[in-house]
């Protein structure tokens, strides 16, 4: 009985196996009937997308073809072309590649990969592509334009690195544009002309080539640290910092872009606090600020320029006129901008330097005929030239043009002591009269911001010829303010007589 049992088993066992491959096999065919209905259906909304433009859309069904029916070549070079349109050559030199492996005499596929290979400046396995091509189809207009062209690109190149031996630059970026733009994928011509424009200190222009060269390496941590340096020298604090990041992300570990780091982290804080705290006002700690970048930073021109010519605008608005005026002068020793010359100009104005204001004024007019700020200074520069030669209340009051209503009046009261006729007999008497006048009209003038703001724009308004409400006996009376001096108890007992 045992016998017939496990021989029952064994028979059974062979008959579960047999049933299951015969259930795979079935499961399998009709898994491959399915998958070239699908694969028809992605390459038919992959075309579709295509011609529309949508080259996104047409790849993500293209991968879906490539998955489907991974041996058929058209696949492959249908999506090729899609990764070309989109830039990205080497992804789509790698399906071309796979073409050719599945169909060696697939003569489009050969034919896109010579382009290619000439593209990224490959010049010798282009023009073995090339060679192959002619000799399958020596008619192809294609394939014999693209040879003539290689062997010009190898002259233009030892051509430019000739002038380079000779430091005839500006040729040499013209032979290099030449060569990029026919080799435009070849990122170490980008980086080549790049090295000529950092020799003529075309900074821009030589960012702009590095930039492109990082995008066509893969993991260029070399060209990050380089983009991120490049970007500091032209006083690009912020987007230095972001690519140096871009190359910590790479490798966390990099010495060169971690020191760079720390830096240009340091000096984009201490920048952006500066221009934060001019916008706001707050010009003490601007000033301070500023002389943090320079203390970080004092051999980049930019950012020293950046630096020195918020020192002359901050400076001047705290009330430092010397200090100002030596940042004024550092920040226009590296660049001219009448935007600096109208801030010194401001400054020599408060120092009550009229004639260097006009002068610098002029000077930012040279650089901008139509610069508002500068025809706007030199009226009122000229105005208060001519007001200085007549009565100038904060001299008279021995105060700063930047001072308080609270300090002007202390400032009054102190000048009303020590002048106040009482105090003097005779001819002094009368000296003493005429300064206790100018003093009193000192504090009407500067105790009232609209009579101020005229003064400081070299408005006199209790100047009768002014003609204004202030002016005469319709405006300002002077007497007035010795009653008012005498009010609370005061010990003098000046009067005034009229005849």
């Not at 013209?174 to 002309?193: F, K, M, N, Q, S």
């Not at 570990?253 to 952006?272: I, S």
């Not at 590296?334 to 600096?340: E, F, G, Y």
């Not at 000296?431 to 003064?455: G, H, S, Y």
Request: proline residues 3%.
């Amino acid at each position: 009985m045992a016998m017939v049992i496990h021989s029952f088993l064994l028979n059974f066992r062979r008959i579960e196996k047999w049933f299951f491959i015969v259930l795979v096999q079935l499961m399998i065919t009709e898994s491959w009937g399915t998958s070239q209905d699908d694969v028809n259906k992605h390459l038919e909304m992959g075309r579709d997308l295509l011609s529309r433009g949508q080259l996104q859309d047409a790849l993500s069904h293209y991968h879906a073809a490539v998955e489907g029916d991974p041996n058929n070549h058209l696949t492959y070079f249908k999506r090729g072309t899609v990764y070309l349109a989109l830039g990205k050559s080497k992804v789509a030199l790698s399906d071309v590649d796979k073409v050719l492996e599945l169909k060696p005499d697939f003569i489009p596929a050969r034919l896109q990969r010579a382009n290619i290979l000439l593209k990224q400046g490959d010049l010798d396995e282009s023009q073995k592509e090339y060679e192959r091509v002619l000799l399958h189809d020596p008619e192809n207009e294609e394939a014999y334009n693209g040879h003539a062209r290689i062997y010009p690109i190898k002259e233009d190149i030892a051509r430019a690195k000739e002038l380079l031996r000779y430091h005839d630059y500006h040729n040499a970026i013209a032979v290099l544009g030449r060569v990029i733009e026919v080799c435009a994928w070849d990122p170490t011509l980008r980086e080549l002309r790049a090295d000529v424009y950092t020799s003529l200190e075309e900074m821009s222009l030589a960012i702009a080539d590095v930039r492109a060269a990082t995008r066509l390496r893969s993991d260029n941590t070399a060209g990050l640290h380089r983009l991120a340096k490049l970007l500091y020298q032209l006083g690009d604090a912020e987007s230095s910092l972001k690519e140096v990041r871009e190359c910590l992300k790479l490798d966390p570990d990099h010495k060169e872009c971690f020191t760079l780091y720390k830096q240009v982290k340091k000096l984009a804080k201490y920048l952006l606090e500066m221009e934060e705290a001019k916008s706001s006002k707050s010009y003490k700690e601007c000033s301070e600020s500023a002389k943090k970048v320079l203390k970080l930073e004092n051999k980049v021109e930019p950012i020293v320029f950046e630096a020195q010519s918020h020192l002359c605008k901050c400076l001047h608005e705290d009330g430092q006129i010397t200090a100002s005026l030596e940042a004024c002068g550092a920040a226009l020793a590296l660049r001219q901008t009448p935007d600096v010359y109208c801030d010194r100009a401001e400054a020599y104005i408060a120092g009550e330097m009229y004639d260097d204001a006009i002068h610098d004024y002029h000077r930012a007019l040279e650089i901008d005929s139509n610069f508002p700020r500068a025809k706007e200074g030199i009226q009122r520069a000229q105005k208060l030239q001519k007001q200085s030669e007549r009565r100038d209340y904060y001299k008279i009051l021995d105060v700063k043009r930047s001072a308080t209503k609270k300090e002007i009046i202390k400032a009054y009261r102190k000048a009303a002591q020590k002048w106040h006729p009482d105090n003097f007999q005779g001819d002094e008497k009368k000296i003493a009269e005429k300064r206790f006048i100018d003093i009193a009209a000192a504090k009407e003038v500067l105790t009232d911001p609209e009579k101020r703001q005229r003064f400081d724009n070299g408005e006199d308004p209790l100047d009768p010829e002014s003609g204004n409400q202030y002016g005469g006996a319709n405006g300002f009376n002077p007497f007035q303010h010795f009653h008012q001096f005498h009010q609370g108890g005061s010990p003098f007992q000046f009067k005034f007589h009229f005849n």
